[in-house]
């Protein structure tokens, strides 16, 4: 039996797929590493200084670890709600109103501008509320509905007889959770831990409004950079939040594989 061969159009196809996704990447890694003063591709000859610009640059370094804690934070927020709100969700979806689930999925179907300036108006404004606490608040809300929703799309396939069957045994609920329900699902928790995390520190909208004097996250101050300057330092920045995404990517693959959250 001739065994299948592919079409030479959709090989070229999946080329020119490759190279539309992949194209922006390499143009960006390429200006990080230009020895110029200003942003160019092909890059002139090749340097890494600025990557070391980065952190010589003080604003740089100090909003680089105010988006990691408030990625952090927030991430750690949206789960400690959505674990409980995406079990109850599933566990009592007979019991539970129907608009219920549609309430935890607002903030997405809400304009980050339109979040943003309301949290502006009502907390940073209204409740004279620190400018950290805002932010974080603000970043809570947005990467919540992700963290429901991946939580729910995997006790979904829970059998949630098998908790009941605990209980009956005399297991405490408490205990059933943290010991049946939570590890069958933990897959579910590390992807939804995975894209809160990078969409909260690559926000732009919501932290355009809530950020004030001394606090500001990197890509806020990305924005400020290019205002004054055209140079290789914002590929550079760029580049380090791609590093970042991959390194978390890497550290799942190297922990549980990433099969493992496909289950």
């Not at 143009?27 to 952190?55: K, M, N």
């Not at 831990?193 to 996250?217: E, R, Y």
């Not at 580049?239 to 390194?247: F, G, H, K, P, R």
Request: some cysteine.
């Amino acid at each position: 039996m001739m065994p299948n061969r592919l079409h030479p159009a959709l090989i070229g196809f999946a080329i020119l797929v490759y190279l539309f996704l992949m194209g922006p990447l390499v143009i960006v890694f390429g200006a990080a590493l230009s020895d110029t003063t200003f942003l160019t591709f092909p890059p002139q000859g090749l340097t890494l200084r600025w990557f070391e610009r980065i952190f010589e640059i003080g604003a740089f370094r100090r909003t680089i670890v105010t988006s990691v804690e408030i990625a952090f934070l927030a991430t750690a927020l949206a789960l400690l709600i959505g674990i409980p709100a995406a079990y109850a969700l599933n566990r009592y979806r007979i019991q539970l109103p129907a608009w219920l689930s549609t309430l935890f999925v607002l903030p997405i179907l809400v304009p980050e501008i339109v979040l943003g300036f309301s949290l502006l108006r009502s907390v940073a404004v209204g409740q004279s509320a620190p400018i950290f606490l805002t932010l974080l608040i603000g970043h809570t809300l947005i990467v919540l509905p992700y963290c429901v929703r991946v939580i729910s799309a995997s006790l979904a396939s829970f059998d949630f007889s098998i908790e009941e069957a605990a209980i009956s045994l005399g297991s405490r609920p408490i205990k059933t959770f943290f010991t049946i329900v939570l590890p069958n699902v933990r897959s579910g928790v590390i992807a939804a831990f995975i894209l809160a995390f990078i969409t909260s520190i690559n926000d732009v909208s919501v932290s355009l409004f809530l950020t004030g004097p001394g606090i500001s996250t990197l890509p806020i101050q990305i924005l400020a950079h290019v205002e004054q300057f055209f140079d290789p330092v914002i590929a550079s920045v760029s580049v380090l939040l791609m590093l970042l995404t991959v390194a978390v990517m890497a550290i799942v693959e190297r922990t549980l594989g990433l099969t493992f959250l496909a289950k």
